[in-house]
């Protein structure tokens, strides 16, 4: 049973990064995606 808490841990690391990796792409295509709308009503 103790041989199944570090591969736990890993597992439990690796979801939290990836978490906040897809989180914080997200933000940014929303945030690219706003200036793009902006940018494209000042040229109208």
Known sequence: MLS????????????????SIIRADRGERDEYNKIEAEERDKRQ
């Open 4 to 19: 199944l808490v570090p591969p736990a841990l890993v597992g439990l690391l690796f979801y939290v990064v990836m978490r």
